[in-house]
Each structure stands twice: as structure tokens, then as C-alpha cells.
């Protein structure tokens, strides 16, 4: 195969989709439309990715900083033709280019590697059979069935607005021809731009081969103009993204219940139940099971593990067999070791959590290190910050820890201690003996009477 030149056209400006940021930057699982464009060219191993961009131009550079691209800058958006004119001073002269379209997030590197196949020394163009071809270039064809030329819809005469084959915006060519093309474009059409589509009718006159490949998948070729149209993608994302879960063993209880905004990696025997959500980078191990209604984002949760329903999870580590949940946030910084328990309305935060430790009620603990099979009992509360500053609580193996107490930090518990319920411990408490801090006696006012509703 030649040499590969990939150029992506992204300087449209998306005006439907009534916003201030970019077309291109709209996101498809939580991830920028381009990037999915530029995922899949890094995946044919070209030699030089060019984007055109334009319209919100930096901001656009900005996103993909760390990825080694041209930027080409069309300043007017001039049409197609003119979009890839920008490109030419950045084209080597013995590779092929492909053309991709930025707003096209489902864009198929198979699909691209057998236009690829078909381009060596012709021009290869992805075409698609649309039920309602309204508004695309016509793949015009001669009598024998080769093509002839692309006109787009608005310069169509009515019998050619009846061919449902349609130009995807996908082709690819060698440089020789493309440059020599781009120099022949004139803008005399019924929208005064400067088509791409119109080097098919060069090829023709110089006897160069044009090749079709017809795709049959409608949303790799879809492109992006509205949002109504990210809603729909976003859902076929999300859909092909569940069905490749379910073929690779992964129990989804409702595959159309699922969300997947980055990537999610599953080991064998994984159950996931509704209307879960993961974000970011999140790795379950064998036989994890998670429950209705949870979030987890950025989260390695080892095999074994079950997480109980409505649990957050927002940059955590979880060893295995451990149970979370229900109702539990595990918020950024915390680490449980394995068989941990961690119940409903606790709150972790920063917390390094060692073997076979139980927080299983009611409790905030954050910026603490616990130690092996310590129980936290239901509402404990480690008191971290003065409103300045924060402070770490230790918490030294096989301590228990009576309910409703607070350990206000920096402090630590010795190991073994037990500390009573109720106790406000401010100071450190000594290794295997009890230590409380209560008011000095219990009370009981015989005569108090319980106060009464005032009649009006
Ligand atoms: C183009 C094709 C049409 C095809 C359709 C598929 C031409 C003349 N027509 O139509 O045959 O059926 O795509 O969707 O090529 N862009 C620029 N600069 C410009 C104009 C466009 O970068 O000056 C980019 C857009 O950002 C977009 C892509 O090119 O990513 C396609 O532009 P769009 O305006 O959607 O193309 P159409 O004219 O609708
Ligand atoms: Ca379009």
C-alpha cells in the first residue's frame, strides 16, 4: 500500500446546532466528535492527519493538543473543494490522501481501509443507498454503471434527485491526481462553492477509474448537523458499544439501559443491572456485580466485588469481595483493600481502607488511613477540617468504634482500641484499651413532662 495522507474536513460551523462551541466539539460518549474522527484515521496508520478547521479554530487546536496533527485554517468556509485546496502545500506528492468528514463520529476504519484498497491509482468514493437522498450529492452512473460525476442535490435535474445513491463526503485518490484536480475547481453551481465532488467529472475526462464502494452501514456515514442528530448517534454509540459488551460475555440486564462515556473493561462473569452509568476509565473484575442506579467513574473495582444500588463512585479502588452499597460515595482518593464492606449513606473520601474493614452505616470518613478488621459503627464522622486546614485520621487494625462518634483529626486510634459510642475524641486514643469522652453522668428528670401544642 502507498503512503497515507489522511485530511479531515472540520471547518464547518454547525450553525443548527445552536450553540457556542464548536460542531466538532459536540460530544458522542462523552467524547468530542472529532475525536472519534481522528480515533479512527490514527487507526489506518497514515503518515500525516490535516485537519481544516475554522470556525472556533483554537479552540478546537486546543482539544486535541496532544495529538501530533497539521492544522490547516480555512478562513471562509468556500465549500468542500476549497476545504481541501487549504490542505495542498502539506500533501506529499507519492501517497494517497483520504478524505474524512469531522462531524461523521461512527466513521468505520474498515469501511476506510477498503476505499483504501480501491484507490491505488483510482478515484475511490464511499457511497451509500439512501431511503431519502434529500439534500446529498448523487452518485450520477452511465449506462454501462460507471460513474460519471456527483451532483449535489441543489444542482440536480429532477431525474437525477431520483438517484438514492449518495455521496458520503468519503473518498480517496492519489496526490498526483487530487492536486492537479484541486487546481481545476471552479465555483459555477447553484451555491457558489467550491465542490469536492466536482473532481469526479475530471477523472472521467482524463481516464482515471472511479470506484464506488457502496457501505451498507447508514451511521458510519452519518454526519452530525443538529442536535436531534447527537441524540440519535449518541444512542446507536451507546448501543453497538452494549452489544459488543454482550458478545464478549458481559451480562447486561437491559443493554438499552446502559451509558458508557469513555471506556469500560470487564473480566468474565460481570453482571450490570439498569441504568448505570461509567465514565471515564473504568475496569470491573470477574464476577462483579453492579446494581441498579449507579455511577462509576474512573474506578478499577476488583473480581468478586458487588456494589449495591444508587452507588456513586468518582476515582476509586476497590479490592475483591468487597460490598458497597446501597446508596454509597466513594468520592476521589479512596482505596479499599479486599473484603471491605462499605454500607448505605457513607461517605469516603481520600481514605486508604485495609483488609476486611467495615464503614457500614451513616458515617463520613475522609482523608483517614483504617487499618485491618476495623468496625466503624453507624454514624461516625472523621472531623478532617478547622475550616483551614485538613488533617488525617489513623485508624490502627482491629479497632471498633462505637456509633455517633467523632474523631476530630489530626488523631489516631491505637490498635485494637475500642472507643465507646458517642465518645468526641480529640486526642489519641491509647492501643487495645476502651477510651470514651462523654458528658460525666446520665441523667433522669422524673417530673419532666414532654411540651405540649399551644392552642391559639
Ligand atoms: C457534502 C458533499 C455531498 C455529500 C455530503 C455528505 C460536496 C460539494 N458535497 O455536502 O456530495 O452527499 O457532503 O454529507 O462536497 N466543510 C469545510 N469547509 C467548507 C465546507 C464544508 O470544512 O467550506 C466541511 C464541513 O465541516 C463538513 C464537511 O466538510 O464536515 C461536509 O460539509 P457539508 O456542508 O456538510 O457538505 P454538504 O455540502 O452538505
Ligand atoms: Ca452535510
Known sequence: MSKLNIVILAAGKGTRMHSNTPKV????GAKPILGHVIACAKILNPNKIIVVYGFGGETVKDKFANESITWVKQAEQLGTGHAVQQAVAYLDDDANTLILLGDVPLVDAGACQKLLAQAENKLAILSFNKVDPTGYGRMVRDASGQISAIVEHKDATDCQRKIIEVNTGMMAMPNQYLVKWLAQLTNDNAQAEYYLTDIVAFAVQQGVAVVAEITED????TGINAKTDLAQIERIYQT???QQLLQQGVTLKDPARLDIRGTLRCGCDVEIDVNCLFEGDVSLGDEVKIAANCVIKNA???????IAAFTHIDDAQIGENSRIGPFARLRPGTTLAAS???????ELKNSQVDVGSKINHLSYVGDTTLGKNVN?????ITCNYDGANKFRTVIEDDVFIGSDTQLVAPVTIGKGATIAAGSTITKDAPAGQLTFCRAKEQKTIASWKRPVKIKK
Open 300 to 306: 478499577v473495582i476488583a473480581a468478586g466485588t458487588h
Open 240 to 242: 453497538r458499544y452494549a
Open 376 to 380: 466503624i459503627g453507624a454514624g461516625t
Open 218 to 221: 447508514e451511521w458510519s456515514v
Open 25 to 28: 466539539l459536540h460530544e458522542i
Open 340 to 346: 471491605t464492606h462499605v454500607g448505605n449513606f457513607v
